[in-house]
């Protein structure tokens, strides 16, 4: 995820601040904060830098983050000008790219670049001499527990100075930062804790970060981390629930591991000569140490053969061992590459043992892949060793896959794990590989529970994630997020089953629904959003796996359709996602694409605006149907969406106001979509959806998102409602609340339509007929009879019109006091710049289509 403007290859780099084509800046500031609360991260990076050269260069903002986070933000103010960004489909980024290098404005590309764990962000702006930029990025993460720790990690170099805060509400059981940056910085990091919290800070001066006195470079670039676990004070976990959501943490300790069945399988191609073969020997030796009497397992070694060390599955006794290691240490790597036979091979293993009545009912059975390439010999076709390999693996199997290095199709290894109950990991091929392996094993050696199931009170939760797990491991954490219905209780409960080594377990926890929201609103370092953002952080990448397993092509849209309206809604950057960073008064973007092909992306200057209604005429009347799309091409007759968006006015209270002075608002407006029979209706009151046999009301004091068909409802609590047809037409409503006492104004609704909606030539309305702008000429500016008002001649259609300088008010951004749009106001209810007469465009129902011609 690289965002680069202005590219030019030669460059010199200070750190993480990069100055092209020059050498001249001052960083005057960098500093990288990170809030954890519950297991869930907010990371900012802040850097403040100056152009102290004589003359204009290009200067760029690196940053590497984990592999894991989804940014969710970057802003920028250049040369004053403020740019912030938000998440949009990518669909929509690559279009406005392709719409703006047609016309000569495209700004730059976007590059991809990943080391080991970390992905680089990066963005390169062309300032002028003396001038100062401003870079903030933001990212979150969830932190996955391994071994007994979770572990935070972040990429430094030169400069930067470094918070971590961590709130956790159960408490903190230990806190540690491994000196993971070298001898030079012994010392240098500071912990202070208590029960709840903790603040680690690295904040080492400019000489202490010098290699040596005399020295002019840094020596601080590498990997900060630190490592925490949480107090555990119930078997059953740790249940949080916050801001409409809850996240259910399951870790227990203290069970006997479960017996288990192995098949390792390994990779002994002509690719693995070398490092990486002794790397692995080295790690199958401390591996098959570990086994115990309890414990099964075979060995299979493949290259374009395939040879099996047992054809049955042996008990892990000292001899047995001892024998194994020796037939490891014996292998010779040459040849082509059959993952699919040793998959299949493995399975029959495993298959035979089951068949034999070898396997204890409470065991579990798995098969570890060590490989370095793709398939060459054998079955080649990644799709088919995928189908066999589900096909042979039974419902308790599980499959974990290593891939060593960059040459393995990782994406492959990952696919064939995920959908056979395991997990997969990329082993670098460096010197610690072994260690690599042998922490990967150990983290899947001690399973502890099968076949757990976390459950909640009917009508308590909804849109819950993953809560039935086929393993448990020691030293991991199981997780569990939802958003919680609305309830007369003032708890949540959740109930837990699960089968150890010899016991059935049955659990439950509750937790009260306001404590940790005062809590949280009492801490200054607390990250507040944490469990809704988690919720859709772990929802977003699940759904992404099941995105890459979907079997039909139908199937993969829905999922593809749910992904984005998360990643949307909570502004994460996926790989079905682009960030959109844009200056505040919106007449310059820039766009972030995020390709799901790392090689390829794009950024984008473009102009936008947003039509926006807040005191309209009387009845509005709004049809549409797609347009064709430059960038799509022609849409196919079968695509017409046939939509209506009527409004209905109030007055305001006439108590002292003579009736032709009474102002009127929308009190109630409605998308109909006849294709779909569907209408929402949305007053001040209540949010109606309504088809032929159902109507659905729900209220304004909860956010949700409700989809039915092609048609989805956003509700913002108190806020707003957004509607969407079809991903191609939008609506958005703002509730406007007054005084309830107040003499005259009422509740009303301000209606805003963007440019984004895709209209066809036959889109009419009061406002629709406006899709296809009309050539617009104002001349003759003059003072008017208003000395704050401009009045002049407006040329429209072929007629003149006498129009005033005015403005309206947006109030996306500030509800309370809106923002100041200008524009030109025209009189006699719009005669000659409507289509016929405004009374032509009342309709009898909230429902009804306009009839035309006018």
Same mark, same amino acid.
């Given at each position: 995820?690289?965002?680069?403007?202005?590219?030019?290859?030669?460059?010199?780099?200070?750190?993480?601040?990069?100055?092209?084509? #020059?050498?001249?800046?001052?960083?005057?500031?960098?500093?990288?904060?990170?809030?954890?609360?519950?297991?869930?991260?907010?990371?900012?990076?802040?850097?403040?830098?100056?152009?102290?050269?004589?003359?204009?260069?290009?200067?760029?903002?690196?940053?590497?983050?984990?592999?894991?986070?989804?940014?969710?933000?970057?802003?920028?103010?250049?040369?004053?000008?403020?740019?912030?960004?938000?998440?949009?489909?990518?669909?929509?980024?690559?279009?406005?790219?392709?719409?703006?290098?047609?016309?000569?404005?495209?700004?730059?590309?976007?590059?991809?670049?990943?080391?080991?764990?970390?992905?680089?962000?990066?963005?390169?702006?062309?300032?002028?001499?003396?001038?100062?930029?401003?870079?903030?990025?933001?990212?979150?993460?969830?932190?996955?527990?391994?071994?007994?720790?979770?572990?935070?990690?972040?990429?430094?170099?030169?400069?930067?100075?470094?918070?971590?805060?961590?709130?956790?509400?159960?408490?903190?059981?230990?806190?540690?930062?491994?000196?993971?940056?070298?001898?030079?910085?012994?010392?240098?990091?500071?912990?202070?804790?208590?029960?709840?919290?903790?603040?680690?800070?690295?904040?080492?001066?400019?000489?202490?970060?010098?290699?040596?006195?005399?020295?002019?470079?840094?020596?601080?670039?590498?990997?900060?981390?630190?490592?925490?676990?949480?107090?555990?004070?119930?078997?059953?976990?740790?249940?949080?629930?916050?801001?409409?959501?809850?996240?259910?943490?399951?870790?227990?300790?203290?069970?006997?591991?479960?017996?288990?069945?192995?098949?390792?399988?390994?990779?002994?191609?002509?690719?693995?000569?070398?490092?990486?073969?002794?790397?692995?020997?080295?790690?199958?030796?401390?591996?098959?140490?570990?086994?115990?009497?309890?414990?099964?397992?075979?060995?299979?070694?493949?290259?374009?053969?395939?040879?099996?060390?047992?054809?049955?599955?042996?008990?892990?006794?000292?001899?047995?061992?001892?024998?194994?290691?020796?037939?490891?240490?014996?292998?010779?790597?040459?040849?082509?590459?059959?993952?699919?036979?040793?998959?299949?091979?493995?399975?029959?293993?495993?298959?035979?043992?089951?068949?034999?009545?070898?396997?204890?009912?409470?065991?579990?059975?798995?098969?570890?892949?060590?490989?370095?390439?793709?398939?060459?010999?054998?079955?080649?076709?990644?799709?088919?060793?995928?189908?066999?390999?589900?096909?042979?693996?039974?419902?308790?199997?599980?499959?974990?896959?290593?891939?060593? #290095?960059?040459?393995?199709?990782?994406?492959?290894?990952?696919?064939?794990?995920?959908?056979?109950?395991?997990? /997969?990991?990329?082993?670098?091929?460096?010197?610690?590989?072994?260690?690599?392996?042998?922490?990967?094993?150990?983290?899947?050696?001690?399973?502890?529970?099968?076949? &757990?199931?976390?459950?909640?009170?009917?009508?308590?939760?909804?849109?819950?994630?993953?809560?039935?797990?086929?393993?448990?491991?020691?030293?991991?954490?199981?997780?569990?997020?939802?958003?919680?219905?609305?309830?007369?209780?003032?708890?949540?409960?959740?109930?837990?089953?699960?089968?150890?080594?010899?016991?059935?377990?049955?659990?439950?926890?509750? /937790?009260?629904?306001?404590?940790?929201?005062?809590?949280?609103?009492?801490?200054?370092?607390?990250?507040?959003?944490?469990?809704?953002?988690?919720?859709?952080?772990?929802?977003?990448?699940?759904?992404?796996?099941?995105?890459?397993?979907?079997?039909?092509?139908?199937?993969?849209?829905?999922?593809?359709?749910?992904?984005?309206?998360?990643?949307?809604?909570?502004?994460?950057?996926?790989?079905?996602?682009?960030?959109?960073?844009?200056?505040?008064?919106?007449?310059?973007?820039?766009?972030?694409?995020?390709?799901?092909?790392?090689?390829?992306?794009?950024?984008?200057?473009?102009?936008?605006?947003?039509?926006?209604?807040?005191?309209?005429?009387?009845?509005?009347?709004?049809?549409?149907?797609?347009?064709?799309?430059?960038?799509?091409?022609?849409?196919?007759?079968?695509?017409?969406?046939?939509?209506?968006?009527?409004?209905?006015?109030?007055?305001?209270?006439?108590?002292?106001?003579?009736?032709?002075?009474?102002?009127?608002?929308?009190?109630?407006?409605?998308?109909?979509?006849?294709?779909?029979?569907?209408?929402?209706?949305?007053?001040?009151?209540?949010?109606?959806?309504?088809?032929?046999?159902?109507?659905?009301?729900?209220?304004?004091?909860?956010?949700?998102?409700?989809?039915?068909?092609?048609?989805?409802?956003? &509700?913002?609590?108190?806020?707003?409602?957004?509607?969407?047809?079809?991903?191609?037409?939008?609506?958005?409503?703002?509730?406007?609340?007054?005084?309830?006492?107040?003499?005259?104004?009422?509740?009303?609704?301000?209606?805003?339509?963007?440019?984004?909606?895709?209209?066809?030539?036959?889109?009419?309305?009061?406002?629709?007929?406006?899709?296809?702008?009309?050539?617009?000429?104002?001349?003759?500016?003059?003072?008017?009879?208003?000395?704050?008002?401009?009045?002049?001649?407006?040329?429209?259609?072929?007629?003149?019109?006498?129009?005033?300088?005015?403005?309206?008010?947006?109030?996306?951004?500030?509800?309370?006091?809106?923002?100041?749009?200008?524009?030109?106001?025209?009189?006699?209810?719009?005669?000659?710049?409507?289509?016929?007469?405004?009374?032509?465009?009342?309709?009898?129902?909230?429902?009804?289509?306009?009839?035309?011609?006018?």
């Amino acid at each position: 995820r690289i965002l680069s403007l202005f590219y030019s290859p030669k460059s010199f780099e200070f750190g993480a601040i990069k100055a092209v084509q #020059g050498d001249d800046i001052t960083v005057e500031s960098y500093r990288v904060e990170s809030r954890i609360t519950s297991r869930f991260c907010h990371t900012t990076f802040k850097s403040f830098v100056v152009n102290s050269g004589p003359n204009a260069q290009s200067i760029g903002f690196h940053v590497q983050i984990p592999k894991r986070a989804f940014i969710t933000n970057f802003t920028m103010n250049v040369n004053g000008v403020t740019f912030v960004g938000s998440v949009k489909e990518k669909t929509v980024a690559r279009n406005l790219y392709a719409q703006a290098r047609a016309r000569g404005k495209a700004a730059g590309i976007v590059r991809y670049h990943k080391q080991c764990d970390m992905e680089t962000f990066k963005a390169e702006v062309h300032v002028p001499s003396g001038n100062r930029i401003e870079f903030e990025l933001h990212y979150q993460e969830m932190m996955y527990r391994k071994l007994g720790l979770y572990e935070h990690t972040l990429h430094l170099q030169p400069g930067r100075l470094l918070d971590v805060y961590i709130y956790e509400p159960n408490g903190i059981a230990s806190v540690e930062v491994p000196n993971t940056l070298g001898e030079h910085f012994t010392g240098l990091a500071q912990v202070t804790s208590n029960k709840h919290k903790a603040h680690v800070v690295f904040k080492p001066s400019l000489k202490q970060q010098r290699k040596c006195d005399n020295c002019t470079t840094s020596a601080l670039s590498g990997i900060f981390t630190v490592k925490y676990d949480v107090i555990r004070e119930s078997a059953a976990g740790e249940l949080h629930v916050s801001d409409g959501h809850f996240v259910h943490f399951f870790a227990p300790t203290n069970l006997s591991p479960l017996p288990k069945n192995i098949v390792f399988v390994i990779d002994v191609s002509g690719s693995m000569w070398g490092v990486k073969m002794k790397q692995t020997v080295e790690a199958m030796q401390a591996i098959l140490d570990d086994l115990t009497m309890d414990d099964y397992f075979s060995i299979i070694d493949f290259n374009h053969n395939v040879r099996c060390w047992s054809d049955e599955l042996v008990q892990g006794s000292t001899i047995q061992v001892a024998e194994a290691k020796k037939y490891i240490q014996d292998i010779k790597p040459n040849g082509g590459t059959n993952i699919n036979e040793a998959l299949l091979r493995a399975g029959q293993i495993l298959h035979k043992a089951a068949n034999q009545g070898m396997l204890n009912s409470r065991s579990v059975s798995m098969i570890i892949l060590v490989s370095d390439g793709d398939p060459t010999v054998g079955e080649i076709k990644l799709s088919a060793i995928q189908k066999n390999v589900k096909k042979i693996m039974r419902e308790d199997f599980s499959l974990f896959s290593l891939g060593i #290095g960059f040459d393995v199709d990782y994406d492959f290894l990952e696919r064939i794990a995920t959908e056979n109950r395991g997990v /997969a990991q990329r082993i670098y091929a460096n010197k610690d590989a072994s260690e690599q392996l042998r922490r990967f094993y150990s983290q899947v050696s001690s399973p502890l529970l099968r076949k &757990i199931t976390v459950l909640f009170p009917e009508g308590s939760v909804s849109d819950v994630t993953q809560n039935s797990f086929d393993k448990y491991f020691s030293g991991s954490e199981l997780v569990v997020a939802g958003k919680v219905l609305p309830s007369d209780g003032t708890s949540l409960n959740s109930f837990i089953t699960a089968s150890s080594d010899r016991l059935d377990l049955s659990l439950q926890t509750e /937790a009260d629904y306001m404590r940790l929201d005062a809590e949280l609103a009492r801490q200054q370092h607390a990250f507040t959003g944490f469990a809704r953002q988690m919720w859709a952080y772990i929802t977003v990448n699940q759904l992404l796996s099941e995105r890459s397993q979907a079997p039909t092509a139908s199937r993969k849209r829905k999922i593809t359709q749910r992904i984005l309206n998360l990643a949307v809604e909570h502004q994460f950057v996926t790989p079905l996602t682009a960030l959109l960073v844009e200056s505040e008064e919106a007449n310059e973007k820039l766009l972030a694409d995020s390709p799901k092909d790392p090689r390829k992306g794009s950024g984008t200057v473009i102009p936008e605006r947003t039509p926006m209604v807040e005191s309209p005429p009387p009845w509005v009347q709004l049809t549409t149907t797609p347009t064709p799309s430059p960038a799509l091409g022609p849409l196919p007759e079968r695509l017409t969406i046939g939509v209506v968006v009527n409004g209905q006015l109030v007055g305001s209270k006439r108590v002292g106001v003579e009736k032709e002075n009474v102002k009127t608002y929308f009190g109630t407006i409605s998308v109909f979509s006849k294709l779909d029979g569907i209408m929402v209706t949305v007053s001040t009151d209540r949010i109606q959806l309504t088809d032929s046999k159902h109507n659905h009301s729900f209220s304004w004091g909860a956010t949700a998102d409700i989809t039915q068909d092609r048609v989805k409802v956003s &509700i913002v609590k108190d806020s707003q409602v957004t509607v969407t047809v079809d991903e191609k037409i939008r609506v958005m409503m703002l509730l406007h609340r007054v005084w309830k006492k107040h003499p005259t104004s009422v509740d009303f609704l301000g209606l805003y339509i963007p440019n984004s909606n895709q209209y066809s030539s036959k889109a009419h309305g009061l406002i629709g007929q406006f899709g296809q702008e009309p050539e617009v000429r104002v001349y003759n500016l003059h003072q008017g009879a208003d000395p704050l008002k401009k009045e002049a001649t407006m040329e429209v259609k072929g007629n003149k019109l006498a129009v005033t300088r005015g403005w309206q008010k947006d109030y996306r951004r500030d509800k309370k006091r809106g923002s100041d749009i200008f524009c030109w106001f025209i009189h006699n209810s719009g005669k000659g710049f409507i289509d016929g007469h405004y009374t032509t465009y009342i309709v009898p129902r909230l429902d009804s289509f306009l009839q035309r011609p006018l």
